[in-house]
C-alpha cells in the first residue's frame, strides 16, 4: 500500500514538472522565438542567441575586453561609447542602425536611425512605455511616479506634474537657486582667501559632490520647501541607493543571487524605508505649516499634497502618490543635472577661450543681477550647455517596451520588445554632426539645433515623445545660474589629477570625480 501510495505521489510530482516545463517552454522560450522571428522577417538581423542566456555572455565578453580611455590627451575624441557600451557599439558595425540581441529570452531592438527616432518621438500611444523589467529594479528609488510608472497611471501623474515645471512656474524659482548657487561660490572663494596668507592663489576642487549638494539644495528650497539638512540627507540616501542598484547589473536584466545580492536587497529595502520617512516628515510639516497660515506661494509639494487629495478617488493612495513622485523628482531633478554641469565645467576647464567668451557676454547681460530676463539673453551661455549635453548627455538612453504590438515607421514592433535608442551615438554620428562631431564646438548652435545637425531628431538630451524630461525647463535655468555665476568669478584648468572615464550608473557619469584648479578672476 505505502509504494502504491509513493508510486502516486512521484507520478504526481513528475506530473507538475512536466506539466511546468511546456508552460515554460510554450510562453518563455516559443514566445522568444516567435518574436524574433516577427523582427527578423522584417529584415532585422542581429547576433545569434544561446538557448538561456541570450547574448548576455557575449555582451559581458565585449564589456570585459573594451579599453578605457587613461589620459587627458584621450580627452579630445571625447566618443565614450565605444568603452561604455562597447557591446552596442560593437553589433552596429556589423548589422547597422537596426539590430535586434537577446538577454535571456527577452527581445531586444537597437534602434539609431533618425528616421525612425522621428517616428518614435511623434508617437503618443500608451502602449510604448518604460521597460518593466528595469523599471521594476528602480521601484526602491523612484516607486511608481512619474518616470517608472506607464498607461494611463503615468498619463493622470504627468496630467498632474508637468504644469508645476512650466517656464511661467520655474521662473518664479529663479532667485532660490541664484541664492543657493551664491553660497557655493562664496565658499570657494573663502577656500582661496584661505590659502592666500601661503601664497597660494590657486586652489584644486574636486567638483562633483559640490555640484551634488548645491543641486540637492536648490531643487529642495524651489520646489519643496524643505531644509538644507533634510534635503541632505535625503539624496545622500538616494546617493547610496543608486550605487547599490547600479551594482546589480540591471541593465542586463538579470537579477543577483547568493549572499551579497541578499546583503544587497536588504540594504536597499532599509534605505528605501529611510528615504520614505523622510519625505513623508517633510509632507507633514508642510500640512502644518498650511494650517498655521495660507500658503500663498505655492511650491511644488504643496501643488502635488492638492493634487492628490482631489485626485484621491482615482489615485490608488494619496501618501503613495506624493512620496513617490518625490522620490523621482528629488533623484531625476539633482543627480542628472548636477552631473550635466560637471561635464560642462569639465569642458569649459579645457576651453579657456570660452571661459573668456561667457564670461564678456554674462558681465554685459547681467550687470545689474541674476534674474530670468538676464538669463533668457545668456545666449552662449546657452549654446556651451547645449554642446556639453550633446557630447555628455547624462541620460545614456531612450528606452521604450512595447506593451502591445506597435507600428514604428515601418516596423511592426511585437508586444514585449524592449527598445533602445543610445543618445550618445546619435549625437556624434559624423552622418548628422559632420566630421567635427566628437569636437567641443558651442558655435555649431548659434543659430539653432536645426542648423546644427542634419535631423533634427537626432538631437535628445531630454528624451524623446511625450516622456520629454518634465524637468527639461528647471534643468537649463539651473544649468544656466551655475555655470554664470561660477565663470564670472573663477578661471579654472583641469587637474593632471584627473583621469578621464565616464561611466554608467544609472547616468553617465565621471567615475573618479573631476578635478579642476579654480582662480579668483
Known amino acids: 500500500m505505502e509504494d502504491l501510495v509513493l508510486k502516486m505521489v512521484c507520478s504526481t510530482v513528475m506530473a507538475a514538472v512536466v506539466c511546468f516545463v511546456i508552460h515554460f517552454y510554450r510562453t518563455t522560450v516559443v514566445k ?36 578605457k580611455p587613461q589620459s587627458h590627451s584621450q580627452i579630445v575624441a571625447h566618443d565614450y561609447t565605444c568603452s561604455v557600451f562597447p557591446y552596442f557599439e560593437h553589433w552596429r558595425k556589423q548589422y547597422g542602425l537596426i539590430y535586434t540581441y537577446s ?23 500608451l502602449d510604448l512605455g518604460k521597460p518593466t523589467y528595469m523599471t521594476k529594479r528602480l521601484e526602491p528609488m523612484l516607486g511608481n511616479g512619474v518616470i517608472r510608472s506607464n498607461g494611463h497611471v503615468w498619463s493622470q501623474q504627468r496630467k498632474i506634474i508637468a504644469p508645476q515645471f512650466f517656464m511661467d512656474k520655474v521662473k518664479g524659482m529663479v532667485g532660490l537657486m541664484v541664492e543657493s548657487a551664491q553660497g557655493l561660490v562664496s565658499k570657494w572663494e573663502g577656500l582661496i582667501e584661505a590659502e592666500c596668507g601661503m601664497e597660494a592663489v590657486e586652489i584644486e576642487i574636486e567638483i562633483d559632490e559640490e555640484l551634488r549638494s548645491l543641486s540637492a539644495n536648490m531643487i529642495a528650497r524651489a520646489c519643496f520647501g524643505t531644509s538644507f539638512s533634510k534635503g541632505t540627507q535625503i539624496f545622500s540616501k538616494l546617493r547610496t541607493l543608486q550605487k547599490l542598484l547600479t551594482n546589480q547589473s540591471f541593465l542586463f536584466g538579470v537579477p543577483g543571487f547568493g549572499f551579497y545580492a541578499y546583503k544587497n536587497r536588504k540594504s536597499m529595502s ?23 497660515k495660507d500658503c500663498i506661494e505655492k511650491d511644488l509639494l504643496q501643488q502635488l499634497l492638492e493634487e492628490a487629495i482631489l485626485n484621491d478617488t482615482n489615485i490608488s493612495s494619496p501618501k503613495r502618490f506624493v512620496v513617490d513622485n518625490c522620490k523621482s523628482i528629488y533623484f531625476a531633478g539633482h543627480e542628472s543635472t548636477a552631473t550635466a554641469a560637471t561635464w560642462c565645467l569639465m569642458l569649459l576647464a579645457l576651453h579657456p577661450e570660452w571661459q573668456s567668451r561667457l564670461r564678456e557676454e554674462i558681465n554685459q547681460v547681467c550687470s545689474h543681477g541674476f534674474d530670468s530676463d538676464s538669463l533668457s539673453n545668456l545666449k552662449m551661455v546657452g549654446i556651451v550647455i547645449q554642446e556639453a549635453l550633446r557630447l555628455y548627455p547624462p541620460a545614456a538612453f531612450v528606452s521604450r517596451e512595447t506593451l502591445e504590438d506597435v507600428q514604428i515607421g515601418k516596423i511592426r514592433v511585437p508586444k514585449g520588445v524592449c527598445m533602445w535608442t543610445l543618445i550618445s551615438t546619435l549625437h556624434r554620428d559624423p552622418n548628422i554632426w559632420g566630421p567635427d562631431s566628437n569636437e567641443f564646438r558651442p558655435e555649431r548652435f548659434a543659430h539653432g539645433v536645426s542648423k546644427a545637425c542634419k535631423f533634427v531628431q537626432a538631437y535628445i538630451p531630454f528624451g524623446v515623445g511625450t516622456r520629454l524630461c518634465l524637468g527639461k525647463n528647471f534643468a537649463m535655468i539651473q544649468l544656466k545660474i551655475v555655470l554664470s555665476l561660477i565663470v564670472s568669478k573663477f578661471t579654472f584648468t583641469l587637474s593632471p589629477n584627473y583621469h578621464h572615464s565616464p561611466t554608467y550608473r544609472m547616468i553617465v557619469e565621471p567615475e573618479h570625480g573631476v578635478q579642476i584648479i579654480f582662480r579668483k578672476v
Open 32 to 67: 522568444s522565438q516567435t518574436v524574433r522571428r516577427k523582427l527578423r522577417v522584417q529584415g532585422i538581423k542581429g547576433p545569434a542567441p544561446s538557448f538561456m542566456y541570450g547574448n548576455l555572455s557575449e555582451m559581458h565578453q565585449i564589456q570585459f575586453n573594451a579599453i
Open 103 to 125: 538577454t535571456g529570452f527577452r527581445q531586444h531592438l537597437y534602434i539609431n536611425d533618425p528616421e525612425l527616432v522621428k517616428e518614435m518621438n511623434r508617437s503618443t500611444s
Open 270 to 292: 532599509k534605505l528605501e524605508g529611510e528615504i520614505e520617512s523622510l519625505i513623508w516628515e517633510t509632507v507633514k510639516e508642510r500640512e502644518k505649516k498650511c494650517l498655521d
